[in-house]
């Protein structure tokens, strides 16, 4: 089309529209068909991106987020049907957690199963745990973790041996030592069921402190029907169980049917 046939095609629209919505209601119009027009063209996500945490902006990391599986390298995709999408802890939940239950802190390693980018990698490290381990299946969700380890400067940190490992958490090889595991909801059904014959198997071997720290806690019911962790607090948000170093029998304390002499 002829350039100055545009130009008064647009000259007639933009006329017509200030003679219906005036002259600021036009303005508007305008600068929501240009965002529309920004999007479609893929523009970069500061037209619309969500505002930052306060988390991230204070401590110049990026945690914040809201990250589909199928958008991320998994891995291995045998147990990524069933994992959920990443969405960081917040801090005031995470240390509603850690206050509900006196928790040997200091001789404990810290483990998040589906640690994301790492956040509560780092809200742990303001603790004083021995060391802090993050297990994540997404390759890219791992690095970004690694960087905001590497990028994280605090005066107050107390634990300074963080690390974040790609691996699923079902096969992860849990050291052997008192544990705090971390799980904010990582996945579902049987692959929860898989994780915790896993961790069940790892304290049958190698009996331990151990406790896990559930939020969101969908497949709670799971967890209650293992003969080797015991509920000790729980509210709708989160779910904390002990580690059994005797193992119930029919819902009683004692030796596990597999390790009795008769
Ligand atoms: C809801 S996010 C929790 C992130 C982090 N723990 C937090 O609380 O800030 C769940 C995470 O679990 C990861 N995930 C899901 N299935 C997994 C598996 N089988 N092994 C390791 N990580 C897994 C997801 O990639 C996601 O990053």
Same mark, same amino acid.
């Given at each position: ?35 529309? @027009? ?47 999408? @990443? ?64 990028? @994280? ?110």
């Amino acid at each position: 089309m002829d350039a100055s046939l545009v130009f008064r095609k647009a000259y007639r629209q933009m006329h017509r529209a200030v003679q219906v919505h005036g002259v600021l209601g036009t303005v508007r119009l305008v600068a929501e068909k240009l965002r529309r @027009y920004g999007k479609e063209l893929g523009a970069p996500a500061s037209f619309d991106s969500p505002p930052v945490s306060n988390f991230d902006q204070m401590w110049n990391v990026q945690t914040d987020g809201n990250e589909d599986l199928s958008e991320l390298q998994v891995i291995d995709k045998t147990n990524y049907l069933l994992g959920t999408r @990443y969405q960081p802890t917040s801090p005031e939940m995470f240390n509603e957690i850690i206050e509900a239950y006196p928790l040997p802190l200091q001789e404990s390693i810290f483990i998040d199963c589906g640690a994301g980018k790492g956040r509560v990698l780092l809200l742990a490290s303001e603790l004083p745990f021995k060391r802090i381990i993050g297990v994540e299946f997404a390759r890219d969700l791992t690095e970004i973790a690694r960087a905001n380890i590497q990028g @994280y400067r605090s005066l107050t940190q107390k634990c300074g041996q963080l690390q974040a490992i790609c691996v699923d958490a079902t096969i992860f090889p849990f050291p052997v030592e008192p544990t705090i595991l971390y799980l904010y909801n990582p996945f579902a059904g049987e692959v929860m069921r898989k994780f915790i014959e896993h961790v069940e198997n790892t304290l049958k071997q190698h009996p331990r402190t151990f406790f896990v720290l559930y939020r969101n806690p969908k497949y709670a019911s799971l967890w209650d029907g293992s003969k080797y962790f015991n509920r000790v607090r729980a509210t709708d948000k989160f779910v904390i169980y002990k580690g059994l170093r005797e193992v119930k029998t029919n819902g009683v304390e004692g030796l596990p049917r597999d390790n009795r002499d008769n």
